[in-house]
Each structure stands twice: as C-alpha cells, then as structure tokens.
C-alpha cells in the first residue's frame, strides 16, 4: 500500500536538506514541496504523462528528452494541486509561504508567483488597475503586452511622448517632466487619470527616477494607481546602490511621510531577466491593501493558465533566496566587470574599434528623471566596417557569445549575475581578434593598390593578386559574387601575413588554406560602406 500523497515535506533522513539563509528568511518552502513530490515515485491518474518519464520510458525519444531536460527536470514537472501540493489561485501551503517571503524580501504588502511570463503579469495588473470608463495615461516606451491589454479594457488611453537620449547614443525612453506635466493639466481640468503605466526599467539599461515620480503623481493625485513595468530590474532590490531607484523603494520613502498618500502601485518583475530563475518566471508585487488584492487575484484566475508549471514557481522561491543572501555580493561583481568593460575599450588600443556609449556622458541632466543602469554597457562598433547584425553573428558563430539588442551601430552588453570574470576576458579577447581581423579585411578591400590575394570560392580563381589595383569595379564585382552565394576571401601576399580571411555574405564560414592559418571569420565591408 502506497503511503499517502502530501503537501507537507517528509521528515526525517528522506527529507531535502534545508537551504541556507540568514535572519529567518533562509526558507524555499515552495521549491522544498515541490523537490519532496519529485522524490516520491507518485504515478498520476491525472494528467502529466511525461511525469517521472513515465511516458518515454521505452521511447526512442528518450534520450532526447533526457537530455534536454534531465531525470530531475522531468520529475519535477508534475501535475498536483490543491491540497496535494497547493492551490495555485487560492494557496494555503507552501506556495502561499513562499509568496509572503518574496513580499518580505521585496518590500511589497503582497507578492504573487506567474509561470506564464511577465506580459501575463502586465495584464493582470492592468486588470486589477483600471476601471471600464476610465482614464490610463501611459508611457509611450511600454512592452507590447501594456499597449495589448489596454486595448481591451475599454479605457480610454493617451500615451505620453518618448524622448531619443541624444543625437551620439540610440536609446530612447519616456518623456517624464511632459507625463507629470500632462497628469497635472488633466487634475487641474477636472478630468484625473486614474491609472498611469511606466516602464521604468528598460531594455536599453535606462532606469527612471520613480521616488520624484511617484511622489509627483501622488501629490497632484493621491489616489492614483500605478503600474511599474520592473521587468529586467528585478534583482536592483538587492544592492544599496541600485536599489534607492526602485519602485517598492520608492513606495516605501513616501509611506514614512507625514501625509502617506493612499497610493496603490503594482510591480512586474520578470524574474529570469535578472535573477536565477526559470524562463517566463515573474514576479507581481502589489503595494495596497484591501479591494485591490482581491482584484489582483480575480484578474489572476482570468488570465493565468490554470495548469501552471511549478518548477517554474519554485524557481521563483529558489531565485527570491539567492537573492536576499548573495545578491549584493553577485551585483557589486556585475557593477565592477561593467566599469572592467567600459575601462579596456577606452584604454587598450586593440580595442580602439569600439566606443561605449551611455554611463558616461549621457543621461547625466536630472532634469529628465532618468540615468543609466550600470550593469549595461551600450557599445558603438561602427568603426569595425560590419553590421551590428554581422557583428552579433560572428560573437555567435565564432566564440558562442550572444548578445541580442542592437540599435543602429551599437550593440548592448549586459553584465548580468551570470557573467563572471572569465567570461568577460572570454569576450574581451573575441572583442580583439574582431577588430585585427576586420582591419585586416578592410586593408585589403580598400580601393587602391593591392597587396591580397582577393578569392571568390567557388570557382576560386582571384578577383585580384598582389599589386593590381582594387577599384569601385571590383568591389562591385565582389558584392555580386557574394549576393550570388559565394565566399570571398582575402589573403596577404606570403612574407606579408599569414591570415585568410573568409568574408561571406551570411554566416561566417572559416577556410582552410594551405601554408597559412585562418583567422575567424568576419564579413567584410562591401562597396561603398565606411
């Protein structure tokens, strides 16, 4: 006879070991239910075939599945609810546990778990906010999920303006002094907002002053409702120099005012951007008591999946820890290898190609209630002769490197709590070997005299050798050649250099030449490009 399933962990030598913490707060409850069901060999009548593996224990896909996933993974993802691990909408064990440790640890009155993303977390809140008939002044700069959710709320919705930062770096965000001044007017005529949406934390590392904004809303109209779009600031709580710019931080300066306005703000942390938490983890922490809580959690039943993934949750417990006790350690590490960054390009001439942009020089004016996240650091690679999109698949394809925003010429690195000091060296030598091989390419395909080898393969017979001229003709002649699929490569003349330089059209593809040795691949700079 099998024991009987349980919500409550199992005691003794079977139970998980405690994780570490300090001041009380040291507890996973959520991540230890969940790690107790998956060490039970429970079989389910229910649903969830894959549980345990159970459904691919004969299966040529198996090892597949395995290997992706792992046996810990798949014995994890189970389908248990109510009283056998937790009610996810009405949670009365360890997910409701869990939940009032990250409220504590995030300083909101209540935190609730998503497993579905934070565009789900932006539409309940939404929900929970906004009124049918009223009025929604919106940051222009929102994620597609806001401007989504508002359409269908029948509110009325007037976008305030965004602002470029300037005509030398690409980033643009919200026009804060014309949104206070637009809220303002609308108090004055009569007609308040009711909800107004921010992105605080964008994707570009741009940070909002929410102290002065928040209390500017709240003074002109006490009881306005907000919701902050935190979703890639979620960790800044952790750290003294990040965090006084946060939004429950900022809730918190007003409520210990004399005249605590009763303002209601709902926060969206995507947990996965910035803490070690699963994919489509996020955070919503509300800040208000009463009627808005129990709008929270009606929107929630409206809008989350009813089967949501607990190892997702449990990550978001498991994520909440590391951050309450490591994560001043992890993000003063992130904050020196982002100034480590900024320093070589400025300083080491094989990096010369590269110029940062932002955190020095920009969003500087406090007027515009906006600065830098210094974990970001924004980089011109213009000089380079490629694409920011060329140059995103070489750091790709050549030295498993990602990086996935570009504007313009520049790209965004963000130092992250998962990028350590051999990482970055990792990227600072890629960063080197990129500018000497694009200069090299450059050398050769400028119009002029020749001292390369310039080969179209296939056929592989020279477009020119040592000494003939490269004129616009050529160039041209080597734009057609690649738009028709073949390789180019350059070679200096033997004595010169010993580099063969690839220079497709699409991904990179190295080249393997007799009597030399080959560089990594970087797309040359076609006709008419600086």
Same mark, same amino acid.
């Given at each position: 006879?099998?024991?009987? %399933?349980?919500?409550?962990?199992?005691?003794?030598?079977?139970?998980?070991?405690?994780?570490?913490?300090?001041?009380?707060? &040291?507890?996973?409850? +959520?991540?230890?239910?969940?790690?107790?069901?998956?060490?039970?060999?429970?079989?389910?009548?229910?649903?969830?075939?894959?549980?345990?593996?159970?459904?691919?224990?004969?299966?040529?896909?198996?090892?597949?599945?395995?290997?992706?996933? #792992?046996?810990?993974?798949?014995?994890?993802?189970?389908?248990?609810?109510?009283?056998?691990?937790?009610?996810?909408?009405?949670?009365?064990?360890?997910?409701?546990?869990?939940?009032?440790?990250?409220?504590?640890?995030?300083?909101?009155?209540?935190?609730?778990?998503?497993?579905?993303?934070?565009?789900?977390?932006?539409?309940?809140?939404?929900?929970?906010? %906004?009124?049918?008939?009223?009025?929604?002044?919106?940051?222009?700069?929102?994620?597609?999920?806001?401007?989504?959710?508002?359409? #269908?709320?029948?509110?009325?919705?007037?976008?305030?303006?965004?602002?470029?930062?300037?005509?030398?770096?690409?980033?643009?965000?919200?026009?804060?002094?014309?949104?206070?001044?637009?809220?303002?007017?609308?108090?004055?005529?009569?007609?308040?907002?009711?909800?107004?949406?921010?992105?605080?934390?964008?994707?570009?590392?741009?940070?909002?002053? *929410?102290?002065?904004?928040?209390?500017?809303?709240?003074?002109?109209?006490?009881?306005?409702?907000?919701?902050?779009?935190?979703? $890639?600031?979620?960790?800044?709580?952790?750290?003294?120099?990040?965090?006084?710019?946060?939004?429950?931080?900022?809730?918190?300066?007003?409520?210990?005012?004399?005249?605590?306005?009763?303002?209601?703000?709902?926060?969206?942390?995507?947990?996965?951007?910035?803490?070690?938490?699963?994919?489509?983890?996020?955070?919503?922490?509300?800040?208000?008591?009463?009627?808005?809580?129990?709008?929270?959690?009606?929107?929630?039943?409206?809008?989350?999946?009813?089967?949501?993934? $607990?190892?997702? +949750?449990?990550?978001?417990?498991?994520?909440?820890?590391?951050?309450?006790?490591?994560?001043?350690? *992890?993000?003063?590490?992130?904050?020196?290898?982002?100034?480590?960054?900024?320093?070589?390009? #400025?300083?080491?001439?094989?990096?010369?190609?590269?110029?940062?942009?932002?955190?020095?020089?920009?969003?500087?004016?406090?007027?515009?209630?906006?600065?830098?996240?210094?974990?970001?650091?924004?980089?011109?690679?213009?000089? +380079?002769?490629?694409?920011?999109?060329?140059?995103?698949?070489?750091?790709?394809?050549?030295?498993?490197?990602?990086?996935?925003?570009?504007?313009?010429?520049?790209?965004?690195?963000?130092?992250?709590? &998962?990028?350590?000091?051999?990482?970055?060296?990792?990227?600072?030598?890629?960063?080197?070997?990129?500018?000497?091989?694009?200069?090299?390419?450059?050398?050769?395909?400028?119009?002029?005299?020749?001292?390369?080898?310039?080969?179209?393969?296939?056929?592989?017979?020279?477009?020119?050798?040592?000494?003939?001229?490269?004129?616009?003709?050529?160039? #041209?002649?080597?734009?057609?050649?690649?738009?028709?699929?073949?390789?180019?490569?350059? *070679?200096?003349?033997?004595?010169?250099?010993?580099?063969?330089?690839?220079?497709?059209?699409?991904?990179?593809?190295?080249?393997?030449?007799?009597?030399?040795?080959?560089?990594?691949?970087?797309?040359?700079?076609?006709?008419?490009?600086?």
């Amino acid at each position: 006879m099998t024991e009987p %399933t349980s919500s409550t962990p199992p005691s003794g030598e079977n139970a998980p070991a405690p994780l570490p913490g300090r001041h009380g707060a &040291g507890r996973t409850p +959520l991540a230890d239910a969940v790690l107790a069901a998956a060490r039970r060999d429970i079989a389910s009548f229910h649903a969830l075939p894959l549980s345990h593996g159970r459904s691919i224990r004969d299966s040529r896909i198996r090892e597949s599945y395995e290997s992706l996933f #792992g046996a810990a993974q798949l014995a994890a993802d189970v389908s248990y609810s109510g009283t056998m691990l937790d009610s996810f909408f009405r949670p009365r064990g360890p997910l409701r546990e869990a939940q009032r440790l990250a409220a504590r640890g995030f300083g909101a009155d209540a935190t609730y778990f998503l497993s579905t993303g934070t565009s789900t977390a932006n539409r309940v809140a939404l929900t929970a906010l %906004t009124r049918p008939g009223g009025r929604v002044l919106a940051d222009r700069s929102c994620h597609q999920s806001v401007h989504f959710a508002l359409g #269908g709320l029948g509110v009325e919705v007037v976008y305030a303006p965004m602002q470029r930062c300037c005509a030398d770096c690409p980033r643009t965000f919200g026009d804060l002094p014309r949104l206070l001044e637009t809220f303002r007017e609308a108090v004055a005529e009569g007609r308040p907002y009711d909800t107004v949406v921010l992105s605080a934390v964008s994707y570009d590392g741009v940070r909002y002053d *929410l102290p002065t904004v928040l209390a500017e809303l709240a003074a002109a109209h006490p009881g306005v409702r907000v919701l902050v779009d935190e979703a $890639w600031g979620a960790v800044h709580r952790f750290h003294p120099r990040l965090r006084p710019l946060t939004a429950l931080h900022a809730v918190e300066r007003l409520r210990r005012t004399a005249s605590a306005p009763p303002l209601t703000v709902a926060v969206t942390h995507s947990a996965h951007k910035s803490m070690s938490a699963l994919r489509q983890g996020s955070y919503l922490h509300l800040a208000g008591e009463g009627e808005a809580r129990e709008r929270v959690a009606q929107a929630l039943f409206q809008h989350h999946t009813t089967s949501p993934s $607990w190892p997702v +949750l449990a990550s978001l417990d498991l994520a909440r820890l590391q951050a309450e006790t490591e994560g001043e350690q *992890l993000l003063e590490r992130s904050l020196h290898l982002a100034q480590t960054l900024r320093t070589e390009l #400025g300083t080491d001439p094989r990096l010369s190609a590269y110029r940062t942009l932002g955190a020095e020089g920009h969003l500087t004016d406090p007027a515009l209630l906006v600065s830098d996240d210094p974990t970001r650091v924004l980089v011109d690679i213009g000089a +380079l002769g490629i694409t920011a999109a060329e140059f995103r698949r070489v750091l790709f394809d050549e030295y498993a490197l990602y990086v996935a925003r570009e504007s313009g010429d520049a790209v965004l690195f963000h130092l992250h709590i &998962g990028v350590d000091e051999a990482t970055l060296l990792r990227l600072l030598d890629a960063l080197r070997t990129i500018q000497r091989t694009c200069r090299t390419t450059l050398a050769a395909l400028t119009p002029g005299a020749s001292d390369h080898f310039i080969i179209a393969y296939p056929p592989g017979i020279p477009i020119a050798v040592p000494g003939e001229r490269v004129c616009d003709r050529t160039l #041209g002649e080597i734009d057609a050649l690649r738009s028709d699929g073949c390789e180019i490569y350059t *070679l200096h003349q033997p004595g010169v250099s010993t580099a063969a330089v690839p220079v497709p059209s699409g991904p990179p593809v190295s080249a393997a030449v007799p009597g030399v040795s080959a560089l990594p691949a970087v797309p040359a700079v076609p006709a008419g490009r600086k």
